[in-house]
């Protein structure tokens, strides 16, 4: 039976995360969804590629997302440090705060954006104040 994969939330092939970390962006409006996927282990996790303390992109240099030796995430504006598999963020600026999470799904060898996440309203949600609900 053939397993039918919706194109439009489609991030990236599983292969493609061998590397550690991605940024991706879905949508084509004004304010499209921008994330990033990270790989924990066997597991894929994705947020939101948004500082919670200034709301900064994590990536100041494209795709660079994990620090040197892979363990943790880091925000290049200012250093904060978050777990790759909570998105909590350890130390920095906005320690005790956290990553706004992405549901993900594995689906055929691809990582795609849950059905469940409203895309559009995350994206407008994510260009100023604080991110949109994911409920
Ligand atoms: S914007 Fe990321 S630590 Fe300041």
């Not at 900064?56 to 790759?84: M, N, Y």
């Not at 689906?107 to 994911?134: K, N």
Request: glycine letters at 16%.
């Amino acid at each position: 039976m053939a397993v039918e994969l919706d194109v439009e939330r489609v991030i990236c092939r599983l292969a493609d995360l061998e590397g550690g970390a991605r940024a991706f962006t879905l949508g084509g409006a004004d304010w499209p969804l921008r994330g990033f996927v990270v790989k924990v282990g066997d597991a894929v996790r994705g947020y939101l590629n948004r500082c919670p303390h200034a709301g900064h992109p994590l990536d100041l240099l494209p795709q660079r997302f994990l620090t040197a030796d892979g363990a943790l995430i880091v925000c290049g504006s200012h250093g904060a440090l978050f777990e790759k598999g909570t998105g909590y963020c350890v130390a920095g600026p906005c320690a005790g705060r956290s990553l706004t999470a992405l549901p993900l799904e594995v689906r055929c060898g691809f990582v795609l954006l849950a059905d469940s996440v409203d895309a559009a309203a995350l994206g407008a949600g994510g260009r100023g104040g604080e991110p949109a609900s994911l409920e």
